[in-house]
């Protein structure tokens, strides 16, 4: 019998276990997806990895980590399922647990949500405090942080010294006095490459803008310059040829991978041994080819057939 003054706790600690429990059981490995039947893709409107937009009055899911999950998916012979997040929620939809970043280093909430997806794919930069979080794959595509500013900025490109470290010095050292439109919480983080200690003026969105959002922001005169990351830059100056200029790097090269959660070990090796077939066969350089013709020109090597 419980006594009375301890029925409270009791009824608390239940419905804890009770919400640990209704979670765990949304989270699932291989052998699970298998099951039942159903890969679900978590995926952020991003740099053509993931693309939605409205045709013949239907909203299109698109891009290339939607064509290459829904290939993983034919791979282990389930259906696909595409859950929408954004950069603030997608770790928590994929693990169960809130986590982010801050100058100060990792931080997670201590609250539980619902599992919603098996993996996070949108070109996600492989960043230390990620991997603390999940697990990711193999990488499969080559960035970098660089800053991007509008044409009629007195911001000038800097003479490559050879050394990406002496490069980002100079880059720094150049910021004085100029505004940079950076995001919280995504691989243009400002707190991710100290930028708070240079005397630039570092300006956050009021709104939660989307990464594809920040050259625009600028050439609306919202900042003179802003942070990017290479895909977003070659789709940048492909769309507005002639109004930006890319002024240096801010990050030594970065990898993008894969999220999977750290109970999912078979799940990511499972998409590792897809992935290198991808590679090994070229049709991962012609899924490459597609939605990013130039990157070949600035990673050549990256994207070599042998080397995978």
Not at 30 to 40: F, H, P
Not at 266 to 280: H, P, S, V
Request: charged share 20%; proline share 5%.
């Amino acid at each position: 019998m419980v006594m009375p003054k301890y029925r409270h706790l009791t009824n608390t600690i239940l419905l804890l276990l009770l919400c640990f429990f209704s979670n765990l059981s949304h989270a699932r490995d291989l052998a699970d997806v298998k099951a039942d039947g159903v890969l679900r893709h978590i995926g952020i409107p991003y740099a053509n990895f993931v693309m939605i937009y409205e045709e013949d009055n239907k909203t299109v899911v698109n891009g290339f980590d939607i064509e290459l999950m829904k290939g993983f998916a034919k791979h282990l012979g389930v259906k696909y399922e595409y859950v929408r997040a954004s950069w603030s929620n997608a770790f928590t939809l994929l693990t169960g647990r809130n986590a982010h970043y801050s100058n100060t280093g990792l931080i997670r909430g201590h609250v539980t949500h619902d599992i919603k997806g098996d993996l996070l794919a949108s070109g996600t930069t492989i960043l230390p405090w990620r991997t603390e979080v999940v697990d990711f794959s193999n990488d499969y595509f080559p960035s970098a942080v660089w800053l991007m500013a509008r044409t009629d900025s007195s911001l000038k490109p800097i003479t490559p010294s050879g050394s990406v470290i002496q490069d980002i010095i100079a880059v720094k050292k150049a910021l004085e006095g100029h505004s940079v439109l950076a995001m919280k919480q995504t691989c243009i983080d400002p707190d991710l490459y100290n930028l708070y200690d240079t005397d630039a003026k570092i300006i956050l969105p009021v709104t939660e803008l989307k990464l594809s959002e920040m050259i625009p922001a600028i050439l609306n005169n919202d900042a003179e310059s802003t942070l990017l990351d290479v895909p977003d830059i070659l789709i940048g100056l492909q769309k507005w040829p002639g109004e930006t200029k890319v002024i240096g790097p801010i990050s030594e090269d970065q990898k993008m991978g894969v999220g999977f959660r750290k109970d999912s070990p078979e799940l990511r090796k499972a998409f590792n041994q897809y992935l290198k077939g991808m590679q090994q066969s070229g049709q991962y350089n012609v899924l490459v080819k597609k939605y990013y013709p130039s990157v070949f020109n600035f990673y050549p090597d990256f994207f070599k057939i042998e080397n995978k």
